[in-house]
């Protein structure tokens, strides 16, 4: 099969995130499986037009924003004819494929909604134009088959109408531990993710000083670049938290394993998440989660058991999990057992199958 996917951010690209990352791991096992993969995509700076990576090709052409011009014209000159399968993969802005593509079928691949994010990533009056405009966008795919990535965006899709909408979740490109390995000597939350304001990295930083008096020699390490580093930074200084923070930047992917495997636990703040890759992740190597109660993580964690959801979605409610966390030794324990062994359900070469047995039709 000849499959073209379109899509925002490949995994060479310095600003991709969980989406990025997961059309990796499709695009080369259905290459291993003999099919042929291209992804059309954004460029960056220093970022090759063309190349092959991992036996797909990748085509890059225009900024995170131009590209969306580039992808119709692209396929009417070069990719018209050519593919049995068309996936538009929507992040924030789709590719309005039905409008440009009548020879092969369209698939649609979303990891999650924007709908609140508008209001963190960008101004007025430009948020509310996103928010209330984005239902409309999407139900131009209503009849399309949609793969999505947890129940909440299924949830969010049907109720817009779309009425074949698939669930496949994500694996991790690891093998999980077999064991539990020690932990860290002091008590270690780690932060994992682009350090956007929709990420609420903010909360976690105010939730610290929370429990500092209740875990005096609390840690925190901050993995991820974004727009939004030097503000934290600050902040953590303003709240005399230096010597509590360790901000690691980017860091290889190995390297990230290593502290994710030391840290008691990871903390995920977002606004909404399609799934939360990370999260199983931190559980491959038997790290609980504690995060907040939104549509994709709530999904992702199951509360008391692989970690905890907070009541309400605030600094104030993260500090009191952590310190219930920390401070209950047996909980501990059992959460990163539990951990691990949801972490075994989930693995790339599944996902890609279930995914790819849906464009062939042996799933409707």
Same mark, same amino acid.
């Not at 924030?92 to 409008?99: E, G, K, Q, V």
């Not at 996103?130 to 999505?148: A, D, H, M, S």
């Not at 907070?310 to 209950?328: G, K, R, S, V």
């Given at each position: ?47 090759? !037009? ?6 797909? !090709?990748?085509? %890059? ?44 079928? *369209? ?19 430009? /948020? ?38 698939? *669930? ?16 860290? @000597? ?30 005096? @020699? ?35 992917? !190995? %390297? ?30 038997? &790290? ?21 959801? &907070? ?22 324990? /059992? ?5 691990? /062994? ?8 599944? &996902? ?7 464009? !062939?039709?042996?799933?409707?």
């Amino acid at each position: 099969m000849k499959i073209l996917m379109f899509m925002w951010r490949d995994i060479k690209n310095p600003s991709s995130g969980g989406a990025g990352r997961a059309t990796h791991e499709l695009c080369k096992r259905w290459v291993k499986g003999g099919h042929q993969v291209t992804v059309f995509t954004s460029s960056f700076p220093h970022a090759k !037009e063309y190349e092959k990576w991992e036996g797909y !090709e990748i085509i %890059r052409k225009g900024s995170l924003f131009t590209h969306y011009f580039y992808a119709p014209i692209y396929y009417k000159r070069y990719f018209k004819g050519k593919y049995q399968v068309v996936i538009d993969q929507i992040n924030t802005i789709p590719y309005f494929t039905p409008l440009f593509v009548r020879e092969a079928p *369209i698939f649609v691949y979303i990891h999650q909604l924007c709908r609140e994010i508008w209001f963190y990533e960008l101004p007025p009056p430009f /948020s509310l134009m996103g928010y209330l405009v984005e239902p409309f966008y999407l139900k131009l795919y209503r009849k399309y088959p949609t793969i999505t990535v947890s129940p909440s965006t299924r949830q969010d899709l049907l109720s817009l109408g779309f009425s074949k909408v698939f *669930i496949i979740p994500n694996g991790i490109d690891f093998e999980p531990l077999a064991n539990l390995e020690e932990k860290a @000597n002091e008590p270690t939350i780690i932060f994992i993710g682009r350090l956007v304001r929709a990420k609420r990295p903010d909360h976690l930083i105010r939730a610290v000083k929370l429990i500092q008096k209740y875990v005096p @020699n609390i840690k925190l390490w901050v993995i991820g670049e974004g727009y939004f580093k030097l503000p934290l930074i600050r902040l953590a200084k303003k709240l005399t938290l230096a010597n509590n923070i360790i901000f690691w930047g980017w860091v290889e992917a !190995e %390297r990230k394993l290593q502290l994710l495997k030391q840290a008691h636990c990871l903390c995920a703040t977002s606004v909404r998440e399609g799934w939360g890759l990370t999260v199983l992740e931190a559980n491959g190597v038997g &790290t609980p989660v504690i995060a907040y109660n939104v549509p994709g993580l709530r999904d992702a964690v199951k509360n008391g058991l692989n970690g905890m959801l &907070t009541p309400q979605n605030n600094p104030h409610e993260l500090a009191q999990c952590l310190i219930e966390f920390f401070n209950n030794p047996t909980l501990m324990k /059992s959460l990163s057992e539990n951990a691990l /062994s949801n972490s075994y359900h989930f693995n790339w070469d599944n &996902t890609a199958e279930d995914f790819l047995k849906i464009m !062939e039709g042996k799933i409707f």
